[in-house]
């Protein structure tokens, strides 16, 4: 086709999980509760952190960007797509399906390098305990997390410029429940090899460095918490961890399976059901996986609610 020929899309239309209205329905109170559950739990979780003076430590700080992402992730795509499953027309303007794109795409890559960061804060933890406080200070902790939001928001801004610069042509069906990457590389009339390309190098960058690192560092606390003698100190060395190996693993694994080969890669309903899965439950699951299993929080849960009760009791009176 000639490039005089090609036009840009104003507008797109978001085919979405299911066209029965019943099946819509249903999603939408299943997802609105999902949804308030996951905004709900990560918003207690920071404001539990900023709260109790014993959950100031580097390993809590990385937790409440964590929560502040997850929640920012699930708000990017949830309500766009509550608000079309009662919707006749799924439509999604132009800029406001390019803003979707980078924000979801900017908020899962900093969660990833997010999560290399917590398990070298993981590694100093168990592999150095004497000089975890010296190493892992204010300083660092605040630079590791800053270059997690840095490094993800511009690998979003790149890929979200390269994706809107290609002609759409006439289509503007996108078969997915959001303005995601290769749903909407789809679109275009022209050649995507250069797209692809820059996605799997980004995948690479953002997605196997950080994983390779969570891996060196599992390594090593695996290695030295075989060498405690007790059994004890062995339990609580895996424990410490265990939560966080838990989250690299479902969040890590179906992404590269996604991303890294996008010929070869999932089907259309595969990657509406991946895309589900981070924007539904993952935000959902990390604060229960994180925190609600952890003896500190549950301190700091049974503070809270005391000191609550203690000033209903007064006002009551």
């Given at each position: 086709?000639?490039?005089?020929?090609?036009?840009?899309?104003?507008?797109?239309?978001l085919?979405?999980?299911s066209?029965?209205?019943d099946?819509e329905v249903?999603?939408?109170?299943l997802?609105?509760?999902?949804?308030?559950?996951t905004?709900?739990?990560?918003f207690?979780i920071?404001?539990?952190?900023r709260?109790?003076?014993?959950?100031?430590?580097?390993?809590y700080?990385?937790?409440?960007?964590?929560?502040?992402?997850?929640?920012?992730?699930?708000?990017s795509?949830v309500?766009?797509?509550l608000a079309?499953?009662?919707?006749a027309?799924?439509?999604?303007?132009?800029?406001k399906?390019?803003?979707q794109?980078f924000?979801?795409?900017?908020?899962g890559?900093?969660?990833f390098v997010?999560?290399?960061v917590?398990?070298?804060?993981r590694y100093?933890?168990?592999?150095?305990?004497?000089?975890?406080?010296?190493?892992?200070?204010g300083g660092?902790?605040?630079?590791?997390?800053?270059?997690?939001?840095?490094?993800g928001s511009m690998?979003?801004?790149?890929?979200?410029?390269?994706?809107?610069q290609?002609?759409?042509?006439?289509n503007?069906?996108i078969?997915h429940i959001?303005?995601?990457?290769?749903?909407?590389?789809?679109?275009?009339?022209?050649?995507?090899?250069?797209?692809?390309?820059?996605?799997m190098?980004?995948?690479?960058?953002?997605?196997m460095?950080?994983f390779c690192?969570v891996?060196?560092?599992?390594?090593?606390?695996?290695?030295?918490i075989?060498?405690i003698?007790?059994?004890?100190?062995?339990?609580k060395a895996?424990?410490?961890c265990?939560?966080?190996?838990t989250v690299?693993?479902?969040?890590?694994?179906?992404?590269?399976?996604?991303?890294?080969?996008?010929?070869?890669g999932?089907s259309v309903l595969?990657?509406?059901?991946i895309?589900?899965?981070?924007?539904i439950?993952?935000?959902?699951?990390?604060?229960?996986?994180y925190s609600l299993?952890n003896?500190?929080v549950?301190?700091?849960?049974?503070k809270l609610?005391?000191?609550?009760?203690?000033?209903i009791s007064?006002?009551?009176?």
């Amino acid at each position: 086709m000639e490039i005089d020929n090609q036009t840009w899309a104003r507008e797109f239309i978001l085919l979405g999980l299911s066209s029965d209205w019943d099946t819509e329905v249903s999603l939408f109170v299943l997802f609105l509760i999902t949804y308030m559950v996951t905004v709900l739990g990560n918003f207690l979780i920071i404001l539990l952190i900023r709260l109790d003076s014993r959950l100031h430590t580097p390993m809590y700080f990385f937790l409440t960007n964590l929560s502040l992402v997850d929640v920012s992730y699930a708000t990017s795509i949830v309500p766009q797509m509550l608000a079309h499953l009662l919707a006749a027309h799924k439509a999604i303007p132009f800029v406001k399906c390019a803003a979707q794109l980078f924000f979801s795409l900017g908020l899962g890559g900093i969660e990833f390098v997010l999560l290399a960061v917590m398990a070298y804060d993981r590694y100093v933890a168990v592999c150095d305990p004497l000089r975890y406080s010296v190493i892992m200070h204010g300083g660092l902790c605040t630079r590791l997390a800053i270059t997690s939001w840095v490094s993800g928001s511009m690998n979003s801004l790149m890929q979200t410029a390269i994706t809107f610069q290609l002609p759409m042509c006439t289509n503007k069906y996108i078969d997915h429940i959001s303005c995601e990457l290769l749903a909407v590389v789809r679109l275009a009339c022209v050649d995507t090899s250069s797209n692809e390309i820059a996605i799997m190098v980004s995948s690479i960058v953002l997605l196997m460095t950080p994983f390779c690192l969570v891996l060196l560092s599992y390594i090593q606390i695996i290695s030295t918490i075989l060498k405690i003698q007790s059994t004890e100190g062995r339990k609580k060395a895996f424990h410490t961890c265990a939560s966080h190996l838990t989250v690299v693993v479902l969040c890590y694994g179906m992404t590269i399976f996604t991303y890294i080969q996008p010929h070869s890669g999932p089907s259309v309903l595969q990657e509406k059901l991946i895309s589900l899965f981070y924007a539904i439950l993952m935000p959902m699951l990390n604060p229960m996986i994180y925190s609600l299993r952890n003896k500190e929080v549950k301190g700091a849960w049974q503070k809270l609610l005391g000191q609550l009760s203690g000033l209903i009791s007064k006002l009551a009176t």
